[in-house]
């Protein structure tokens, strides 16, 4: 069997939760870098993972709180999956990954970190981007800083325009 060890995620695991939900974002974009939100659409929002299983490691969730994919109505499912086919032609154009995983997490069991608000995740993945360092040193190498990331992802989001 094997394992996939994401220590750097104690912090998160560990750390205070915040009081209200974090995908139930503001109407103002003021703080979208600080949230690392990159694009905002008609009913849905991409946002960069704080706390990345690897580099690049993107979420695309509705503006409504549900926990379900059955929650969503069709509007909302259809634009999900049209972010999730832009997220992905941005990744390979920015990182020029080997392959990327897009996955769903639904319920505690399922291994959603945050069960209440429905949001799929994009990770761009590189052959042998789980080295030694994660294997023998217990640490987990992200090459690059997540505002550093955002700067270079935001302008082709704003390429998108709304909707």
Known sequence: MDRLWTPWRLEYILGPKPDECIFCIPES??????????????????????Y???????????????????DLVPAESHEMMDLMQ???????????????????????????????????????????DHSFMAVFGGTMVIPEDLYSAYDRLKPRFDAIGNG
């Open 52 to 70: 990345p299983y690897n580099n690049g490691h993107l979420m695309v969730t509705p503006y409504r709180h549900v926990s379900a994919l059955t």
């Open 29 to 50: 974009d003021e703080e979208d870098r600080e949230r690392l939100i990159l694009y905002r659409g008609e009913r849905n929002f991409v946002i960069m993972n704080r």
């Open 86 to 128: 832009r997220c992905s032609s941005i990744m390979w154009e920015v990182f020029t990954p080997d392959g990327i995983n897009a996955g769903l997490n639904i319920g505690e069991a399922a291994g959603a970190g945050i069960e209440e608000h429905l949001h799929f995740h994009l990770l761009p993945r590189w052959t042998g």
